[in-house]
T-cell receptor, first 112, second 114 residues
Framework: KNEVEQSPQNLTAQEGEFITINCSYSVGISALHWLQQHPGGGIVSLFMLSSGKKKHGRLIATINIQEKHSSLHITASHPRDSAVYIC??????????????FGKGTKLSVKP | DAGITQSPRHKVTETGTPVTLRCHQTENHRYMYWYRQDPGHGLRLIHYSYGVKDTDKGEVSDGYSVSRSKTEDFLLTLESATSSQTSVYFC?????????????FGSGTRLTVV
C-alpha cells in the first residue's frame, strides 16, 4: 500500500502553462515537504508546510489537513522547471527520528 | 546549503566486494539518514542515526550497515555488494531552527554493482 500518492506520475506542458501536481496521503502527519530533483541532480527542498499556503516566486504550495491533500502549483512554467517533484510527509508518530515517507514523484517536462 | 558532502559521487564495484559510502556534514546536526532511490519507488530509508554511535534500521536495511563515530560523519557499508544494491544513495540531515525544521539532502552517490 502507498501511504503517499502523487498524481500525475508524468506531466508534459508547454512553456507558460499553469501546472498543478497533487499529493494525497493516508497517515497522520505533522508537516508535508515538497522537493525538487533535476535530472542527475540532488534533491532540493521547495516548501515545508503544515497548514494553509506558501508562495515562493512562481511556486505555490497548499495543504488541506482535513482532506489529507496538498498541491504544488507552478505559474508561467518554464523549461527550467523540468524536474521530478517529490512529496514527502512527516509522520505524527515518527518518533525522535522525524520519520519521513516519500511519494514516488511526478516527472514534469516543460517544452519551449 | 547545510554543508552535506557525499563521497564518492559515482562508483562501480564488483559483486561480493564491500563498499563504503561517506556522508559528511559541517553543522553539527544530530540526525542523519541514508536513503536509496530506485525507479518506481520513492526514497526509502536504509538506516538513520540520532547521535554518535546511536543508529537504527530503516525500511530496507538488509545487506547494509552504518557507523557514526563522529557527529560529522555517517558511513554506509555494503558488506558484500549485490546487483540489487545498484542504486542512487542519498544522505540527509534533519535540522531544527526554532519552529522551523526540515531535511537537507546530499548530492547523491550513484553506485553500480556489476
Amino acid at each position: 500500500k502507498n501511504e503517499v500518492e502523487q498524481s500525475p506520475q508524468n506531466l508534459t506542458a508547454q512553456e507558460g502553462e499553469f501546472i498543478t501536481i497533487n499529493c494525497s496521503y493516508s497517515v497522520g502527519i505533522s508537516a508535508l515537504h515538497w522537493l525538487q530533483q533535476h535530472p542527475g541532480g540532488g534533491i532540493v527542498s521547495l516548501f515545508m508546510l503544515s497548514s494553509g499556503k506558501k508562495k515562493h516566486g512562481r511556486l505555490i504550495a497548499t495543504i488541506n489537513i482535513q482532506e489529507k491533500h496538498s498541491s504544488l502549483h507552478i505559474t508561467a512554467s518554464h523549461p527550467r522547471d523540468s524536474a521530478v517533484y517529490i512529496c514527502a510527509v512527516f509522520l505524527v508518530d515518527g518518533g525522535s527520528q522525524g520519520n519521513l515517507i516519500f511519494g514516488k514523484g511526478t516527472k514534469l517536462s516543460v517544452k519551449p | 546549503d547545510a554543508g552535506i558532502t557525499q563521497s564518492p559521487r559515482h562508483k562501480v564495484t564488483e559483486t561480493g566486494t564491500p563498499v563504503t559510502l561517506r556522508c559528511h556534514q559541517t553543522e553539527n546536526h544530530r540526525y542523519m539518514y541514508w536513503y536509496r532511490q530506485d525507479p518506481g519507488h520513492g526514497l526509502r530509508l536504509i538506516h538513520y542515526s540520532y547521535g554518535v554511535k546511536d543508529t537504527d534500521k530503516g525500511e530496507v536495511s538488509d545487506g547494509y550497515s552504518v557507523s557514526r563515530s563522529k557527529t560529522e560523519d555517517f558511513l554506509l557499508t555494503l558488506e558484500s555488494a549485490t546487483s540489487s544494491q545498484t542504486s542512487v544513495y542519498f544522505c540527509a540531515i534533519n535540522y531544527r531552527q526554532g519552529l522551523n525544521y526540515g531535511y537537507t539532502f546530499g548530492s547523491g552517490t550513484r553506485l553500480t554493482v556489476v
